[in-house]
């Protein structure tokens, strides 16, 4: 089983160029084909383009639908815009969204220009050197030779124009309106010099994109793009959205796993860690260090006027009584010599005066 050189660039070319010689000779046998139905060169190259137009027409009508749909949507499009103006990511988040809610796809309408593209490169190296079609006559011109009056050129330059001015819509940026009028103008040094049988494919062309734009806005005005039925009848999802999501969504993950922690946010405690204290010491009390100061009760302060201890002395251990509150009658205690009434009176300490000492009993 032969594969496909990936890994050779030179061999990648090669294929490339075997592949593009033969669609070109395709493409000269399929002109040979109608030319020999129609009799002229001239009219074989317009029933190819319409032939090429065909062929691409499902990608076209999508386009056109793709096309519609954009236009529907402008409204909320431009509320978006409206709520979002200052949040850029978000506005890109909520558009693709809004996309993916209606089945969307923005970029539906490059699919037929890019297929376009290569056919006309094709098209343009089956005319080019192709020997019927150097001496063949159509009109009053060669078509494998330049136009001497520039009349093709006049006329593509006229019809590109008015192409694109059907295309533009009010929604279009100015800057961009004034490009894609200026392109075709920009070519005209460029495409003066080319065979008169890729006008013919160019005027043709342009042709048929002035009538599918008129039809398109034919369809804009009398037959507008249900979204709210189109959402429920389509539930296929497009792959690109989904992609361009998923996409968004990484990028968002991305972001917020790199941005700093706030400064606010305490940190969290390790797990097995006691609450309110340090690890290993019940009640959270810190463990004294070696040689330094005993701490104290936390609240407890040391009066005015106390003698503040000496380093490396013993703290005195405190009574365990209760002391009394003042204004209390615990507080005011009695001088010696008095007692309190309905009490037992004190013991006397010795002889009143006067009296002798006995000397005994006999």
């Given at each position: ?73 402008q409204p909320k499009l431009k509320e978006l815009q409206q709520k979002y103006r200052g949040d850029k990511q978000k506005l890109q988040q909520k558009t693709m ?243 309190k009434p309905g009490g037992q009176a004190p013991r006397p300490s010795g002889r009143p005066k006067g009296v002798s000492r006995p000397s005994g009993d006999v």
């Amino acid at each position: 089983m032969n594969h496909f050189p990936f890994d050779d660039p030179l061999a990648v070319l090669i294929t490339a160029a075997n592949f593009f010689d033969q669609a070109r000779e395709l493409m000269r046998d399929l002109l040979s084909w109608i030319h020999s139905g129609v009799g002229s060169w001239g009219i074989a190259i317009i029933l190819l383009t319409i032939i090429v137009r065909i062929v691409i027409f499902p990608l076209t009508w999508k386009q056109i639908r793709s096309q519609l749909a954009m236009q529907s949507l402008q409204p909320k499009l431009k509320e978006l815009q409206q709520k979002y103006r200052g949040d850029k990511q978000k506005l890109q988040q909520k558009t693709m969204e809004l996309y993916q809610q209606y089945r969307v796809n923005p970029f539906a309408s490059c699919l037929p220009l890019l297929l376009q593209l290569p056919i006309f490169i094709l098209l343009y190296y089956a005319i080019r050197n192709f020997g019927p079609l150097e001496d063949a006559k159509f009109l009053w011109f060669a078509l494998g030779k330049q136009d001497p009056y520039y009349v093709l050129l006049i006329i593509y330059v006229a019809s590109q124009l008015v192409a694109t001015e059907l295309m533009l819509t009010p929604e279009t940026p100015p800057q961009q309106k004034w490009m894609m009028r200026a392109m075709p103008l920009f070519f005209v040094f460029i495409l003066r010099s080319f065979p008169s049988g890729l006008f013919v494919y160019w005027i043709t062309t342009n042709l048929w994109t002035i009538g599918q734009t008129l039809v398109i806005r034919y369809l804009r005005e009398h037959r507008p793009v249900d979204l709210e039925a189109r959402e429920v009848s389509r539930r296929k999802k497009s792959r690109f959205l989904e992609a361009m999501a998923t996409a968004q969504a990484r990028r968002e993950e991305q972001q917020g796993g790199t941005s700093a922690r706030p400064s606010g946010n305490r940190p969290q405690p390790k797990k097995g860690a006691r609450p309110g204290g340090q690890q290993g010491r019940p009640g959270g009390k810190p463990r004294p260090k070696q040689g330094g100061k005993p701490q104290g009760k936390q609240g407890e302060r040391r009066p005015a006027g106390a003698p503040q201890a000496k380093p490396g002395a013993k703290p005195q251990p405190k009574s365990t009584k209760p002391q009394p509150k003042p204004g209390t009658k615990q507080a005011t205690r009695p001088p010696a010599g008095q007692h309190k009434p309905g009490g037992q009176a004190p013991r006397p300490s010795g002889r009143p005066k006067g009296v002798s000492r006995p000397s005994g009993d006999v």
